[in-house]
């Protein structure tokens, strides 16, 4: 006889996973849990809680995937989805919070991720810098790319 798999380990496992993809560290994720359910742990919630949860991290642009192949070389293998979707790691900067702010106001209203911002500074700023990372950008270029995404989220707005 087939043992049945018990529900709310697989929509805890996916919550952790939103998690993990969201880039949320201790805190954040507490406040969220805190905040859909009253609860701050995952322990003691229901499958509908649970739910809600998921629910919540969709909107805040988490997108399930399944379950990714294995690499067929570790040489030619790419750095983890995780850390290219996670937050810029100077988030607390003072000089640059108010950008980073804006870029995950649009993130969440367009339904990215940050894998996108990352992706279009790459293409705005890979003939002067080389690899760009988010983390290395001027005051200025944060401030570019804050306007282009600002322009694209306009466009996708207006369009029939």
């Known amino acids: 006889m087939e043992k049945?798999?018990?529900?709310?380990?697989s929509l805890r496992a996916r919550v952790h996973i939103a998690r993990k993809?969201?880039?949320?560290?201790?805190?954040?994720?507490?406040?969220?849990?805190?905040?859909?359910?009253?609860k701050e742990s995952s322990k003691g919630m229901s499958q509908k809680e649970m739910e809600q949860v998921l629910?919540?991290?969709?909107?805040?642009?988490?997108?399930?995937?399944?379950?990714?192949?294995?690499?067929?070389?570790?040489?030619?293998?790419?750095?983890?989805a995780g850390?290219?979707?996670?937050?810029?790691?100077?988030?607390?900067n003072p000089d640059k919070n108010p950008m980073y702010r804006k870029l995950y106001a649009l993130i969440c209203a367009n339904g990215w991720n940050w894998g996108y911002v990352r992706g279009t500074a790459k293409k705005m700023f890979e003939a002067q810098k080389g690899?760009?990372?988010?983390?290395?950008l001027t005051g200025a270029e944060l401030h570019s790319l804050v306007s282009a995404l600002q322009i694209a989220a306009n466009r996708r707005q207006y369009q029939p």
């Open 4 to 9: 049945l798999k018990d529900p709310l380990i």
């Open 21 to 38: 993809q969201l880039g949320l560290n201790e805190e954040e994720y507490r406040a969220l849990l805190q905040g859909v359910t009253g």
């Open 55 to 80: 629910m919540e991290c969709a909107r805040l642009g988490w997108r399930p995937t399944a379950p990714a192949a294995a690499p067929a070389s570790t040489a030619t293998a790419t750095p983890p």
């Open 83 to 92: 850390r290219w979707l996670r937050r810029p790691g100077n988030w607390d």
């Open 131 to 136: 690899d760009v990372v988010l983390e290395f």
